[in-house]
């Protein structure tokens, strides 16, 4: 497989998506929309099914045992659920970034951005590869740092910049949607900044969604915000979506303004 062209940015709607873990259900009819070129922030309380749903965008809802779903999750027009979706082509076409960074600490920098190619059975030139691996390293914000120690290995790197290289390694296959899973938890102040802005720079190329219990966080970064809530047993569901300016200076639900102004959760 050759390395294919960047491809357009692509729109991804959850239609009544609900879920379970073995009998129990954690979303109940869960729809929304996450427009293309756009990042949009899942907000809510531990608990209440954000990185449920994040999982099931990318279908590694599957690879637990116990887990169940119904809905459908729409990249564009396409079904990612239909049987004639390869779960590979899906997970290609929707990359994650998990909280914790999670680089291969033995691999070199350079090799890192390139695993996946290699997961993928994509093939690329040796100047292909190069042109690659300094495209995604710009994209993740880390060129300038480490464009003289490519072959060092990607363990060595800060946490800060092995979340930055988690990024650019998820960029090089281009997904055209990249979902990430609290990617500032485990960080600093200092490095949290840069990949806000990293986010920023991506959401040029890619559609963005990002799970954040960091409310000054989703109010930088995102273009609109869905409010995820659960209360006694019940299963999460979306109380409010909408332009994040809007959900923060205009909530329309009681529940979401007590939430964004930090009187619980």
Not at 157 to 167: A, M
Request: charged share 25%.
């Amino acid at each position: 497989m050759e390395a294919r062209p960047a491809a357009p940015l692509a729109q991804l709607e959850a239609v009544g998506v609900s879920a379970w873990f073995g009998d129990h259900k954690v979303l109940d009819r869960v729809s929304l929309t996450m427009p293309a070129g756009e990042i949009t922030a899942l907000i809510g309380p531990s608990g209440c099914g954000k990185s449920t749903f994040l999982r099931i965008l990318n279908r590694m809802h599957e690879l637990v045992p116990s887990a169940s779903l119904a809905g459908r999750v729409m990249l564009d027009d396409e079904d990612i659920y239909d049987a004639t979706v390869r779960v590979t082509r899906a997970r290609r076409d929707i990359g994650m970034v998990f909280q914790k960074p999670n680089p291969f600490p033995a691999m070199s920098i350079r090799d890192n951005v390139l695993a996946g190619l290699k997961l993928t059975g994509t093939k690329a030139s040796k100047s292909e590869k190069e042109d690659l691996v300094e495209h995604c390293l710009q994209l993740g914000g880390l060129w300038n740092e480490v464009k003289d120690r490519l072959d060092s290995p990607g363990g060595g790197l800060s946490g800060g910049q092995q979340q930055r290289l988690c990024i650019a390694r998820s960029m090089a296959i281009k997904p055209r949607v990249l979902l990430m899973d609290e990617p500032c938890s485990a960080l600093d102040p200092t490095s949290t900044r840069v990949i806000e802005e990293t986010m920023r720079t991506l959401a040029e190329e890619v559609t963005i969604v990002i799970v954040t219990h960091n409310m000054q966080q989703a109010a930088r970064v995102s273009d609109s915000c869905a409010f995820f809530l659960a209360s006694h047993g019940t299963p999460g569901v979306i109380v409010e979506h909408g332009p994040t300016e809007a959900m923060f200076e205009r909530p329309q639900d009681p529940r979401t303004a007590d939430y964004v102004n930090g009187r619980f959760g």
